[in-house]
């Protein structure tokens, strides 16, 4: 590098022997992971708009009670846990370790909290009667021609996303009880996290609030 | 023997812009052609043209300001040389826990102008831009804050968000193919055309 300097060439990262991204390994590697699986949950999206628009008759069935209510607190669950994690990783990095394990520990309670939260709304549409192929009887009335497939879209993504929450506070989890032995992994750990956080920002919206029942089809 | 680098590094990035400008042309020319139709075939050629370019232009451009020759007019003064005073700014800058209590609260209001914005009566195609505008906006912050990447170099920045997005828009590019095969069906059930033709 000195040499290239005393040359006059531009000093190059590239030409070997150095860190090109100034990271470590594991970090590099947990950044390449979520840009392959931003493309996952990509590819979900867009074929969920896709379905969505290339049908007749989308359903619009979600009410403010209990719908909007559990997915906006899931939301702001999840926000917060974000939140939690920015300070395990920044206590972390102070080598405070007792302070970030409590940190992690109140995100991995804020990701459960989300699950219940979730499969409480789910367990609500399973006993409306919405399965992967099937619409409820009401919401078929109520959208005449309506497309099936709203119930594989949707416990398929929101199904992918819960999944990896589940992942998220089991890897917290072992990372929490390892915290002795590690050093970045807290950080690394905490870009999986705001990752997941990421990708519910983008469901939330496609989801859930653009099939609100606002106009009140299925109350009536 | 400097000299002959010197030249080759000029010559190749000179290369790489006319590279740049060709891609550019064509993204341009495709545009103003009279067989443009907004249909996936032109947008998968300008989008391609423009990733092209903006690959093609970036090596010149990174060197251009290594050089001295581009300056970032939002930089701060103290531009420091070489890659640890650089550091030494950026922590200071970076994640301090109030700035993320701000940038936690703005994710809660937008989430908040998100449901509040899917109760008022505006146009299905209106909502959707703006919800994902809010979406980026929000997923913007917590990749910059939350997960740091403003504050990492700036080579790891250019490997992961330009190509995210490229690959991202490539997927959206068959979306508008949804619109055709809408158009594509039939009038009237398929069942009740069976059966016309039975009886």
Known sequence: MAEARAEGVMPNDWSGGALPYRVGHRKLGMWLFIMSDSLTFGALLVTYSYARVASVNWPTPFPFRPSIIFSTAMTFVLLSSSLTMVFAVSASKRQKRATARKWIAATMVLGLTFIVLHLMEWNHLIGEGLAPFELPEEWAKAFPGASPLFGSAFFGITGLHMFHVFTGVCYLGVIAARIKKLNDDVEVAGLYWHFVDLVWMFVFPLIYLLSVDYSGVLAK | ?199
């Not at chain 2, 006319?18 to 443009?36: M, Q």
């Open chain 2, 1 to 199: 023997m400097v000299d002959a680098k010197q030249r080759e590094v000029v010559i190749l990035n000179m290369v790489l812009l006319a590279l740049a400008a060709l891609s550019l042309g064509v993204a341009v020319w495709d545009v103003f052609s009279d067989t443009f139709r907004a249909g996936t075939d032109d947008l998968f050629l300008v989008l391609v043209c423009l990733m092209l370019a903006l690959l093609f232009a970036t090596p010149p451009l990174l060197w251009a300001r290594a050089n001295g020759l581009l300056k970032n007019p939002f930089a701060e003064e103290a531009v420091a040389e070489g890659g640890v005073e650089m550091e030494v700014v950026h922590e200071a800058h970076g994640g301090s826990d109030r700035q993320n209590i701000y940038v936690w609260g703005a994710l809660l209001g937008l989430t908040i102008f998100e449901v509040f914005l899917a109760y008022m009566k505006v146009p299905l195609t209106l909502m959707v831009i703006i919800l994902m505008g809010a979406s980026i906006i929000k997923a913007a912050l917590i990749v910059a804050y939350f997960m740091h990447l403003k504050f990492e170099r700036l080579s790891l920045i250019l490997t992961i968000v330009p190509t995210l997005v490229v690959l991202l828009c490539l997927f959206a590019i068959l979306f508008p193919d949804s619109f055709r095969l809408q158009k594509m069906r039939p009038s009237e059930p398929m069942q009740s055309v069976e059966q016309k033709q039975e009886g």
